[in-house]
T-cell receptor, first 112, second 109 residues
């Protein structure tokens, strides 16, 4: 069966510090991968998606970036965090773009 | 249009009551409609889904009703329980999956 992992589970970072969040998927090959951000009590904002290694599409211009160095690994990064980057970051995967997505456990990021 | 409009934003129901969450869409190319359930601090989990060739799908206490002509679909939770308290997201997919804004459901004991 397929499993999706995210780490760390929680993170507290100062403004201006770098960020690296990791997501890995097990039990499937060539998944479509997604990064979402969820503000408290709000909906899901799609940040990036990837249909293959090295292929990244950005949905929202911001100081975040994403990379996919391996088939089942998706990384969310920032060189300098802003207060507004605080939120709950979710990674998800799907078999095909447009199919139902399966979400990871999320990373709670607090920028102070 | 890729939007999916979800209502209400929040809902309070008594234990044993029926919870109803509604979603509407514009894009007639949508052909798959999943619902997700998210508990606090957790990722959303796929709850139930429907395709437009049927008007209703039931899984336990959860039922999706689908009205293709009105471009609306809804989630009904029968005999709502405090453990159902969560945020629910509808979604619609054609070439890509689009989420509604979510409904925060509270079931009081």
């Amino acid at each position: 069966s397929q499993t999706i992992h995210q780490w760390p589970a929680t993170l507290v970072q100062p403004v201006g510090s770098p960020l690296s969040l990791e997501c890995t998927v097990e039990g499937t090959s060539n998944p479509n991968l997604y990064w979402y951000r969820q503000a408290a009590g709000r909906g899901l904002q799609l940040l990036f998606y990837s249909v293959g290694i090295g292929q990244i599409s950005s949905e929202v211009p911001q100081n975040l970036s994403a990379s996919r160095p391996q088939d089942r690994q998706f990384i969310l990064s920032s060189k300098k965090l802003l207060l507004s980057d605080s939120g709950f970051y979710l990674c998800a995967w799907s078999v095909r773009f447009g199919n139902e997505q399966f979400f990871g456990p999320g990373t709670r990021l607090t920028v102070l | 249009q890729q939007q999916v409009k979800q209502s209400p934003q929040s809902l309070i129901v008594q234990k044993g009551g029926i919870s109803i969450i509604n979603c509407a869409y514009e894009n007639t190319a949508f052909d798959y409609f999943p619902w997700y359930q998210q508990f606090p601090g957790k990722g959303p989990a796929l709850l139930i889904a429907i395709r437009p060739d049927v008007s209703e799908k039931k899984e336990g206490r959860f039922t999706i009703s689908f009205n293709k002509s009105a471009k609306q679909f809804s989630l009904h939770i029968m005999d709502s329980q405090p453990g159902d308290s969560a945020t629910y997201f509808c979604a619609a997919s054609g070439s890509r999956l689009t989420f509604g804004e979510g409904t925060q459901l509270t079931v009081n004991p």
